[in-house]
């Protein structure tokens, strides 16, 4: 049997896919149930976004969240004399000011990855994975598994976006490698 190409390697067939939550590609530990979404367009990316990813309220100062606005004011009126104390931090989701980002339309002369992308750097500064997907031929903690290494190695390995970059790009170029012989029934243990 001839040798499929590296090129062949990277097609996926279509129908298998879904657009993932950007949250989960950010943090799959964390955004597991994201997983399990049919996102097959961008619009509906944004609108899962806006639906399920509102910063929840907060202190700008010590970055305690409340479950209520009533909460986080009375909070914000109980330190005005004796303030809470500052600390770094962040507090993951969307804020009002990414919603309006979000709200414009996509760049239409880009292919739907590279949107993807885009929405990607309205929400985090680091750079976005190479592959928006979730492959939904596979079974869902294999997809966990391929999107935690994704996320964690290149943050682990430099701090270059660049070396970021080509570490994502083979991490994923492997797990294509090893889809394709898990598909040929080269890798029968699941
Ligand atoms: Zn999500
Ligand atoms: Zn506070």
Request: net charge neutral; charged share 30%; glycine share 2%.
């Amino acid at each position: 049997m001839p040798q499929k190409s590296r090129a062949s390697l990277r097609a996926t067939p279509p129908g298998a896919i879904t657009l993932a939550c950007p949250f989960y590609k950010f943090n799959p530990k964390t955004y597991q149930p994201c997983a399990r979404l049919k996102l097959s367009k961008i619009s509906y990316v944004k609108q899962h976004l806006v639906r399920a990813h509102i910063v929840p309220p907060h202190c700008p100062r010590c970055f305690e969240v409340f479950s209520t606005l009533l909460e986080r004011d009375a909070h914000l009126r109980r330190t005005e004399e004796e303030h809470c104390e500052v600390r770094p931090g962040t507090v993951e989701g969307i804020t009002e000011a990414t919603k309006e980002k979000l709200s414009q339309r996509s760049d239409q002369s880009v292919d739907e990855a590279e949107q993807w992308r885009d929405i990607w750097k309205i929400i985090f500064d680091e750079p976005p994975p190479h592959c928006p997907y979730i492959d939904q031929d596979l079974p869902e903690e294999i997809n966990l598994y391929n999107d935690y290494l994704f996320s964690e190695v290149p943050k682990r390995v430099s701090s270059s976006t660049e070396r970021r970059e080509l570490v994502q790009r083979t991490l994923e170029e492997v797990a294509r490698e090893w889809k394709h012989l898990w598909r040929q029934g080269k890798v029968s243990a699941i």
